[in-house]
């Protein structure tokens, strides 16, 4: 009966998902209502929440323009559920804008099977990734993929490997432009950033270790179900959910090695893991298990979601 429901990519679907993620915005987010006395903050909670729906609905774009998914829902919902898992990202505005901003690349990225405007694509993503890096230094850890996909693709036009430095440089140009007229101390900004923290004793209750534990058992079910079901996948398809898998892992390796650590920063392994999800549940498959994977990841985003308010 679940699976029914997000199996079609429909306007009533997508208004689903849109109101049930507004409706769980708005609960988290009513825990405190300071907010509501004062315009600017109420202005950033809208923007907080239209850069979680943006977010949402590129991470669907991405799956199925480049046929990783069926015409479903199932990539937007799984998302949503995936962001039950750690609510208080609904509140982190530096990772939520990185993550974008590391979504955008992405979308860059995938596209380039195509091989067409192959060099704007690079230079693109790579400016994308280093925007994001203003935001989550860490997140520069994604240019590895830049270079990933250069490999599976357009590695022997030399070309294509230095778009990326180009990139880099005009990011670092307009950081100077930025830190100049705000008065910021451009080198302590990136030296504070660029800590590191291999330390996993951040919890404050014993809820937010149930919800990393769940949610590593959740990822790690869709990741064996892909590397045990690639080889029998459309060969056009592979580069691209090889770059899908390595941009969770990118993700995963942002959360173990950056400072002030938190759940919040696995924020960058949910696009991924939803695309990989979507990919498990379209799969020829019996209903009833289709049935089980949802009703039990929803059971585990609801408890964790509630869990940690």
């Known amino acids: 009966m679940i699976t029914s429901v997000f199996r079609k990519s429909t306007p009533l679907n997508f208004s689903l998902v849109l109101i049930l993620m507004l409706v769980f915005f708005l609960i988290f987010q009513f825990q405190d209502l300071s907010w509501i006395n004062s315009f600017f ?20 774009f991405v799956a199925k323009k480049n046929g990783l998914s069926k015409d479903s829902t199932y990539t937007i919902f799984f998302y949503f559920l995936f962001l039950l898992f750690f609510p208080s990202v609904l509140d982190n505005t530096n990772l939520l804008i990185s993550n974008f901003f590391i979504l955008l690349a992405l979308r860059r990225l995938i ?7 192959s060099k704007e694509k690079i230079f693109d993503a790579s400016l994308w990734i280093f925007l994001a890096t203003l935001f ?3 997140s520069i850890i994604f240019i590895v993929l830049v270079f990933i996909s250069i490999i599976f693709h357009v590695a022997r036009d030399y070309r294509n490997w230095i778009l990326p430095f180009i990139a880099f440089f005009i990011a670092v140009i307009m950081f100077l432009l930025f830190a100049t007229v705000f008065n910021l101390n451009a080198v302590e900004y990136i ?3 660029m800590k590191i923290n291999f330390e996993v004793d951040y919890f404050t209750n014993n809820y937010q270790n149930a919800a990393l534990s769940i949610y590593a058992t959740v990822a ?3 990741l064996v179900s892909m590397f045990a079901t690639l080889s029998a996948r459309p060969q056009l398809l592979h580069t691209s959910f090889k770059k ?8 995963v390796l942002i959360f173990i090695i950056s400072d002030n650590k938190s759940n919040d920063l696995l924020v960058f392994t949910f696009a991924p893991l939803a695309i990989l999800a979507t990919s498990h549940i379209e799969m020829p498959q019996l209903k009833l298990k289709q049935e089980m994977v949802l009703f039990v990841l929803i059971a585990c985003s609801l408890f964790t979601f509630f869990s940690q308010l």
């Open 191 to 193: 030296t504070q950033s």
């Open 111 to 117: 596209s380039l099977q195509s091989l067409k405007a």
């Open 41 to 60: 903050l109420i202005v950033n909670k809208g923007g907080l929440f239209c850069i979680v729906v943006a977010s949402v609905f590129i991470t669907d």
């Open 220 to 222: 790690l079910f869709f």
């Open 244 to 251: 899908i898998i390595a941009s969770f892992f990118i993700g």
């Open 136 to 138: 989550h230094f860490w």
